[in-house]
Structure formats: C-alpha cells, structure tokens
Nanobody
Framework: QVQLVESGGGLVQAGESLTLSCAASGTVYSINGWAWYRQAPGKQRVPVVITTQDGSAKYLASVEGRFTVSRDNAKGTLILQMNSLKPEDTAVYYC????????????WGQGTQVTVSS
C-alpha cells in the first residue's frame, strides 16, 4: 500500500506560479507511474499529467508548456511546477500512483485546492 499526501496548493493571481508536491510513503518501490489529476467545481476529474516508469510524461493540452512534472522514485516524491496560472486552472489537484500489481492509477491522495483569481 502507498499513502500519498499533497501540499503546496493555495490562492494566487492569474499569471503567478505554484509548486505542488506529493510525498509517498509505504511501498514506494511498487510505484510504476505517477499522475496529477484535477477536478474543477461541477466537472469531472481529468488527468493533468501522466508519467510512466521510463520517465515520459503526457500533459493535458491546456497546460502544455506551462506545467512541468518531475519525480524522484527513490524518494517517493512527485512535483508539479505550475507557471502562468489561469483562472481555469482552479481545481482540486490530486496526486495519483500507479502501483505494480494493482488496477491502474487507483491510489489517490486527499487533494489540494488551487485557486487562481483573475
């Protein structure tokens, strides 16, 4: 089992930056992939970025070029650097892990709120 704890959310103005962190504990050696999802009010959760064991990352089109993900598998940490934030980035952001031997991306953190004012 892996426990995920996000931090770094907050309230910022449009154009500013935030850095989200995700700390994993437990069987971190079983993490095959990581992802950040977000859920805006009244909308479904969507993947913001998905990373795989080979280090590749696939971003949501609307954040491409503004958000950058980095990971340290040995330390069990995932970072999301968010630049040039827009009001439409407002959402609860979730750290998600894809564990070996488990259904894909079924380990979720509790989420952290990001609010971008115009």
């Amino acid at each position: 089992q892996v426990q995920l704890v996000e931090s770094g959310g907050g309230l910022v103005q449009a154009g500013e930056s935030l850095t989200l962190s995700c700390a994993a504990s437990g069987t971190v050696y079983s993490i095959n992939g990581w992802a950040w999802y977000r859920q805006a009010p009244g909308k479904q959760r969507v993947p913001v970025v998905i990373t795989t064991q080979d280090g590749s990352a696939k971003y949501l089109a609307s954040v491409e070029g503004r958000f950058t993900v980095s990971r340290d598998n040995a330390k069990g940490t995932l970072i999301l650097q968010m630049n040039s934030l827009k009001p439409e980035d407002t959402a609860v952001y979730y750290c998600v892990a894809d564990l070996i031997g488990r259904p894909a991306f079924d380990s979720w953190g509790q989420g952290t709120q990001v609010t971008v004012s115009s």
